[in-house]
């Protein structure tokens, strides 16, 4: 939904409204999870990102479902 490549996304405690679209699992106990980031104030998604996460909370992610 959003153009350009996904970014790693800077974690710094914020809350945000993702879109997760795809999970690939890099070892036994994690996964890489790509999702878009929507913006309340503009009512859309406005940047594609990144994050690293255990596969116990990766399955609880699912595609196209905003978290």
Do not use: W
């Amino acid at each position: 939904m959003v153009n350009g490549a996904a970014t790693r996304f800077p974690a710094h405690g914020q809350s945000v409204v993702i879109r997760p679209y795809r999970k690939t699992l890099l070892a036994d106990c994690e996964e890489k999870v790509r999702f878009d980031i929507f913006s309340e104030e503009k009512q859309t998604y406005v940047e594609s990102c990144y994050a690293y996460t255990s596969t116990d909370l990766a399955a609880e992610l699912h595609r196209q479902h905003g978290v």
